[in-house]
């Protein structure tokens, strides 16, 4: 037992030295200025790096050597990591109500994820056993995926970051183990609750946070599907392109390029995110922070971090896609939109008609109608007591990208019904919906952040 947790505090420690030795090359070539000292962020560089080599052919046990010598180089150097034992400074941090949170916060999921079984479909059969795919291969091959999984289908294009993990872990570890493997999950999520801790010095603030992003996500944090990591990410990733439209800080447009690339890393769905990320810019008059992406400071961070998935997933598309099924419309267009609304009984009858169904799945079902609605009452109410610093066109421009997010999802089911008839797209509604929704549910919780966070300070006092 004390094996495994020494190789846990090994593995969480070689993916900070990793994430701390890549910022320190990035800020010589000013590439991370040196005030950016962002622990989630080395954290999360080094996970898309070693995700990024193992996707692209590198085994894992020359990963395991690459960590062994980067980690004898630092003891060596002192040069990655430094360690403070005055006991001053560790009151100091005990003493901080928000450290004092993370610690708890982190403790109570990290056992919460690791004693939860992996038992629902897409985690046993999807998520993790990709994981096992790679890991008793020693490395990912598109091949070995078409022996265990099939020659083509969906699956084989799904971002493999949680697999990789999962597999890396039961390399260190020395065997597979079903809940062992799910510390990359918690791998995944400690970098965000740091970043949750460090950017909303309030402790309000910060609880706020963790319940609207992190604990609203519910068992998706710990059941060991990845809808619930893609919600987190979305959410960062939104926070920090709304606070680079606001501030100019490259520091968040870097912030949103890496939680970008890590919500790549994820889900497919995350291409949802990118569309809706790209209407807001338009919808701002904001398209310069596109061609900033590529000027040589950032340029090299999306290289690097965010065009290694997107080439993958479309590398591994066109490999496996069977691009003749699209001519196997059941409907033509015309007809299907008169079947969508005519009067058909769904789910026994408590429906009358398909587009009702897909609207009230969701919308209602899912309760985005209700963080809808909250911010709304709090815009309205402002009209009347004047307590947000937030005009009607910047609340407006909030609800944007959510929307968007919201509408894409709407018109995939739609997509589903017409490309593979109307009861289908009833199965994907029902089998998914509430995970679909859940970065939707994501986005609007950054804007109830974002007003909690515009009450002015003479109301806010008044609250107290």
Known sequence: MLIVIFKIIFLLGIFYILGNLIF??????NIFEKNFNSVSIKFLVSIILVNNLILFGIKLHYIIILFCFIVIISIYNFY??????????????????NNVIFLITSIVLFIKII???????????????SGKIIYFNNQYLLENFQNDFCKSCLFLFYPKLIPILSALIAKIMGFWNDYLTKISLFLILLPALIFLKNEFKSHMTFL???????????????????DGYLSIYSS???????????FKDNRYLILTIIFLAISINLKIESLFLI???????????????????????NSMIV??????????????????????????????FSNYLNAIFENNEVLASRYNNYISYVFDMTLNKSKVIYFL????????????????????????????LPVTYLTIIIIFYLYIGYSYGLPSMKDWILASFDRYTLPVKGLLSINLILLFNSIKNDSFKKIK
């Open 275 to 297: 569309l809706s990320s790209f209407v807001l810019i338009l919808a701002t008059n904001n398209i310069k922070i596109i061609s900033k992406c590529f000027l040589a400071k």
């Open 208 to 226: 706020l946070s963790l319940l609207l992003i992190i604990f609203s996500n519910g068992f998706y944090i710990w059941n060991g599907y990845i």
């Open 80 to 97: 990655a990591y430094k360690i403070n034992l005055r006991l001053n400074h560790f009151q100091s941090h005990i003493k901080n109500k």
């Open 303 to 332: 290289l690097f971090f965010l065009s290694p998935p997107l080439i993958w997933i479309l590398m591994n598309y066109f490999n496996v896609y069977n691009f003749s099924s699209d001519d196997n419309n059941i409907y033509s």
């Open 115 to 129: 004693i939860e079984p992996v038992q629902l479909w897409d985690a046993r059969s999807i998520w993790f056993y």
């Open 373 to 400: 609605i909250l911010i709304f009452i709090i815009k309205l109410l402002d009209k009347f007591n004047n307590f947000l610093n937030l005009s009607w066109k910047e609340f407006l421009y909030f609800q944007i």
């Open 24 to 29: 320190r090359i990035f800020s010589k070539f």
């Open 236 to 246: 960062l990733m939104y926070y920090s392109l709304i606070n680079y439209i606001n």
